[in-house]
Structure formats: structure tokens, C-alpha cells
């Protein structure tokens, strides 16, 4: 009887109720508009730094992170990277072995991080050959070497010269080698592109003494809501004999200015929120304040008060719950074609992207909990409004009303 009484009781004047939610229904749609932006922009800032270089995850010896020395290298069985291959939700695992040597050409020198790939795993994850800008990508079993365009510049190097490399090996033994120029390519970060040689995996084992041991096995996933599942993955492939480090792990500067951008986004919702709840707040104030004749004179004919109270709250419940739904439903189309078509970005803002090697787009979510989290909170929103036909009808005098 109660539910029948208050969905007809919010019909009686469909203006009122249209108004309390459309306020639900505009709360909800910019609210979940919102957020999809800001949770689509992380996810595609993480997974461009991913793929640019570290991976959602590597493999690594304890203690590499901190001093990166060969000393801390690991032989993967290729079993073992076969069992990592196998793991669901992988797109590549990637090998490496990473040093630092003198590069000379003639009377230039200059040090730089020497990096032995799978060339086909590289590609797959980084994207390198379409970084290629003269010469030829590696094969698998070529001696020569790529180099990044800027230290190129400073050795007056070209394709077809060769250069010295000098340094330490594993277990401090020496490291020389004199190899041709294959390639040149183009990073996207200026400290990257003065510094960079790529070399075949097998390789950069001989020269740096280095026989089937690798520094790092950088590893993709196709979404980040699955990197726990694959961490525990391949934790179990790998035991616990090495050290398993996570994206946020690698990139903690890119992790603290998500955090401050996203606690400046909330910071927008929670304003957003506040003026919708005194919206609805009004709205609901106006509603019970018109009605207060009709109150009277339903506590007049022997209605119990608290019986008034909860047909009022049903109201209020059953508004809100219309103005959720519809706004879900409302924001979910526009989302959605968001999702799949990201807004391109041009002009000077465009060419920092690019810099970058990332895709000028700022792209969206279409993550369930970005909906479903925000029409929680401005529902919660719209219930707490149910203080307010509480508080006037416990202190309602029939008579008083009655009289006007």
C-alpha cells in the first residue's frame, strides 16, 4: 500500500517531479562525463609510458632497479619465458640486456646506455622500427647496431660507420667491440635520443661477457585491471628467486601527478556534488513545504506521523532512483561513442604528444564503475534530502496548518 501510495503521490504533479529528476539525471550524466575523462586519460597516459619503454611489469634480479648493474642479470629458461607467453591477457614479453659503455667514433666519445634486444619483441612492444629514420632495422642475428639520432649527432655518425664500444662486462670483465652503424632511429624524449644503442640480444651477451643472461624481461597486458591477475601469473612461473616490479614501481613521477590531478578532478565532482545537492535539496523543500495542507489534514483524519514520514521517503526514493537510472542510461551512449572515437588534439598541444611518441587523443572510459560510482554518490545525495520531510512533519501542528 505504501509503495502503490507514493509512486502515485510523485504523479500527482509531474512538474515537481520532473524537476527533483532532472536534477538526479544532470548530476549523474556530468558526474560520470567527468570521470570518464579523467579515468580514460590515465589509463591511456599509463599504458603509452608502458609501451614506450618499461612494460606493466618486469622480471628483473633483486636489487637491479637500484644500481642497474650486470652483476644483478638473470638467466630466464626459455621455458619458463614460454610459460610467461602462455599467461592470458599478455600482448608481448621482452627480453633485455642492458649496459653502459664509452661509444667512440674518431676523437668523439661519449657514454651511452648500450640496450641487447629481441628485435621482433621490441617492435611489438615500442613500436622501434617505426622509429627508423635512416638505415635498417636489426635482424636476429645482426652485429650491427642501431643508434638514437641525437648521439649520432654528437659522434658525427652516420649509417655504414663503425664505432668503438668500452666497458665493463659481467663480473667486471671487459667489454670492447667495434660494430657498424645498421640504423638510426628517433626517440621521443631528449634524454633518451643522446644516449641510446640498440644491439641483437645475442649480441650484446658476447660482448658484454653475458652468455644467456638478461637484465629485465619487460612484459605487456592488454588492460590494466588485469595486472594483479598476471603478477600473481607470473609470480608463480618465476618463483620467488626474482624480483617482480610494477609499472607504478618504475614510474613514480608519473604516479604522483596522476594522484595530484586526480585529487584536483575530485575536488571538481565534490563542488559539482554540492551544488546538485542543494538543487535537489530546494526542490524537495518547495515539494513538502506546498504540501503542508495536505499533511495537516491527513494527520488530522488519525495518520500516523511516522506512516507520513516513510510514504515521503518512498517519494523521495523512488525520484531519486528515476533520475540515477535515467542519467546512467543518458550518459552511457555518449560515453561510449567517446570511447571508441577519442577526441583528436591539435595545434602546439598535438606536437607535445607526439614529442612524446603518444597518439594526440584524449580519450575516455567506458569502465562500469565510472557510472555506477557516481550515480552512488548522487543517489546517496538525493536520500539525505529525506532529512528535511523528517524534521518538518515530526514537528507539523495539524491545527496550525489548518489555520494557515
Known sequence: MYLSLSWRNIWRNKRRTIIVAASVFFAVFFASLMRSAQVGSYGYMIHSSAKLYTG???????????????????????????????IPNLTSVNPRLEAFALVSHKTSTKVAQVIGIDPQSEDNMTGLKNKLINGAYLIGNSEGLLVAEGLAQMLKISVGDSIILYGQGYHGQIAAARLPVAGLVKLPFEEMNNRLVYMTLGNAQNVFSSYDRITSLSIMIDNIKHLD?????VRAVVGQKFAIMTWD???PDLVQSIQIDNASGIIMLAILYIIIGFGIFGTVMMMVSERAKEFGILISVGMKKWKLI????LETIFISFLGVITGIIGSLPLVSYLYHNPIPITGDAAKTFESLG??????????????????????IIALATIVYPFLFIRKLEPVNVLRG
Open 56 to 86: 606493466y611489469l618486469q622480471v628483473q634480479g633483486e636489487g637491479y632497479w637500484d644500481n642497474r648493474s650486470l652483476d644483478k642479470s638473470i638467466i630466464i629458461a626459455k621455458k619458463q619465458q614460454n610459460e610467461i607467453s602462455n
Open 358 to 379: 603518444i597518439e594526440a587523443v584524449f580519450t575516455f572510459s567506458a569502465d562500469p564503475v565510472v557510472f555506477t560510482n557516481q550515480a552512488m554518490v548522487v543517489f
Open 310 to 313: 516513510f510514504v515521503a521517503a
Open 249 to 251: 614501481k618504475m614510474m
Open 229 to 233: 591477475v598476471v603478477l600473481s601469473a
